[in-house]
């Protein structure tokens, strides 16, 4: 498995509570993505990183941020959490080479329920 | 608007039988198909992938399908096993734009003995 790791992978919050979510990659991987995961929906993109404080939205950004401020970690973070952000969360990583592989690696994923 | 449209939902195999799932997609500027797998609790992984100037890909029981004027793509799984059973997703991406996916509802397939 690649080296990607995400804390908690557990979590229950209250309706708006702050929540930060984190990536953790071992491989010096450029790009880090965050996804959610939806019944219906499948994964859509949430924010993207193609380097250390270079970050950009994706597909469904409202209401979430995120920083990174080293290579390894990449973090998400929900101002004030609303149930609609009741999801599975993922993390991905790429290297991203012109020519070379896109595959993107997925981490084990964090369950989140917003009360 | 809905980028990659993938179908069935669901489909039921029985053991050593085809499965076929099917993708379509708007945007010709995408240059790179995967298909990824997902095992309950798991994050997806990597299935097979195609770039558009081939037309077929296979690896091992799968392969994929590609048609570049009618801007489908499928996964074809040959001689289905129980530990097939998952959920596939079909992706789009533009590798020129941080090669960021697009993904298809999902398909959730069943393998039965």
């Known amino acids: 498995d690649a080296g990607i790791t995400q804390s908690p992978r557990h979590k229950v919050t209250e309706t708006g509570t702050p929540v930060t979510l984190r990536c953790h990659q071992t491989e010096n991987h450029r790009y880090m993505y965050w996804y959610r995961q939806d019944p219906g929906h499948g994964l859509r993109l949430i924010h993207y990183?193609?380097?250390?404080?270079?970050?950009d939205k994706g597909e469904v950004s409202d209401g979430y941020s995120v920083s990174r401020s080293k290579t390894e970690d990449f973090l998400l973070t929900l101002e004030s959490a609303t149930s609609s952000q009741t999801s599975v969360y993922f993390c991905?990583?790429?290297?991203?080479?012109?020519?070379?592989?896109?595959?993107?690696?997925f981490g084990p994923g964090t369950r989140l329920t917003v009360l | 608007q809905q980028q990659v449209k993938q179908s069935p939902q669901s489909l039921i195999v029985q053991k050593g039988g085809i499965s076929i799932i099917n993708c379509a997609y708007e945007?010709?500027?995408?240059?790179?198909f995967p298909w990824y797998q997902q095992f309950p609790g798991k994050g997806p992984a990597l299935l097979i992938a195609?770039?558009?100037?081939?037309s077929e890909k296979k690896e091992g029981r799968f392969t994929i399908s590609f048609n570049k004027s009618a801007k489908q793509f499928s996964l074809h799984i040959m001689d289905s096993q129980p530990g097939d059973s998952a959920t596939y997703f079909c992706a789009v991406s533009n590798t020129g734009t941080a090669s960021k996916l697009t993904f298809g509802t999902g398909t959730r397939l069943q393998v039965t003995l």
């Open positions: 990183s193609y380097g250390v404080k270079d970050t």
């Open positions: 991905a990583i790429s290297e991203g080479l012109a020519g070379g592989s896109h595959e993107q690696f």
């Open positions: 945007n010709t500027a995408f240059d790179y």
């Open positions: 195609i770039r558009p100037d081939v």
